[in-house]
């Protein structure tokens, strides 16, 4: 007999989630206030540099001016591209953000679980509830990556898309505790959906690594052209190449997820309708997902598409999942149409 949902212990979930989103707000404010206050240092630093060399030497006798330096002042350099602790300037904002942040996905974290707990089941049956886990996901895998890599950089970008993940999920999907229907009560949705949740949080920072890519790359182009640089805060980010290499490497761990998550669902398929693939909408937008990103990893290790055009493939990939789980799930009928979607 399937026990009863504790609609008190859904309200608590709903409580820590929006304690967890005011955490992520102030979190996502730190991370930009130390966007603002490393440019302005940077700016001041390169003005102070910019007067020390175009005051002319003195020398000679009798007080003869010595030639003034022709050098060309050094172009403005990016983030340490190892992207090691402690190789830059102590920045207070950015160590108060990732506390900020920690913070929040502690409590984030215990909104997941209690949200599980009242509903007796793994707490991703709707869209409120795979948002809100893959919302969670995002933040978990991102400060774990901070254990190994400085990518307090992505910060403001990987934050923001948590709080959007968020609100998305309390205005657009709200729902209230309840059981699963008969077609979601497997052990496949414990396989199948976490999986493909892990690999989408992956995939949510990439997108961001290569939004930033963009960016930078266009910045290294204006400096190499002799342009000013306009935007000093990317002083914060590593070199574009950097951005991509490492963008690759997890965009290839991500893909080998989405193939698990493609390969548990035709098997959950097949349990339960019969058939391992329908040519359902939900199904076709996972295949195009998975072929995108196989496009994307193949193209740039074979191919030689490297630089903006890879960038430009990973994020279409990302814009492939957003529509996946939105358009497709709100406005596409089908064999995945679900209550609470």
Known sequence: MPQPVNAELGQVSELFMLLASIAYVAALIFFVLDLVRSSTTIGSLETRLAEEQATPALAGVGGRRGPTSTAAPTAPATADDSMDYGSGP?????????????????????????????????????????????????????????TRKDLRFVGSFVVGLVVVMLCAATVGFPTPVARLIPALQSYWLIVHVSIAV?????????????VLQLLQSSREAKISAGKADSARFLRLVPSALSLE?????LNAIAFVGWTFTLMAGAIWA???????????????????????????????????????????????????????FTIVNIYFSGLHSYSGV
């Open 90 to 146: 102590r920045r207070g904002a950015a160590r108060i953000a990732v506390a900020l942040t920690v913070l929040a996905a502690v409590i984030h974290g215990a909104a997941v679980l209690t949200r599980g707990v009242a509903a007796n089941r793994v707490p991703w049956g709707n869209m409120y509830e795979f948002c809100t886990t893959g919302a969670f996901l995002v933040a978990v895998i991102f400060l774990v990556t901070l």
């Open 270 to 324: 097949e349990q339960a309708w019969g058939r391992y693939w329908g040519w359902d909408t939900k199904e076709v937008w996972t295949f195009v997902i998975w072929t995108v990103y196989a496009g994307y990893l193949h193209a740039r290790a074979t191919r030689g598409w490297t630089g903006t055009r890879a960038a430009w493939l990973s994020i279409v990939g990302y814009l492939c999942i957003v529509f996946n």
């Open 245 to 249: 290499n490492l963008a690759y490497r």
């Open 198 to 210: 892990a690999a989408s949080a992956l995939f949510t920072i990439t997108f961001a690594m290569s």
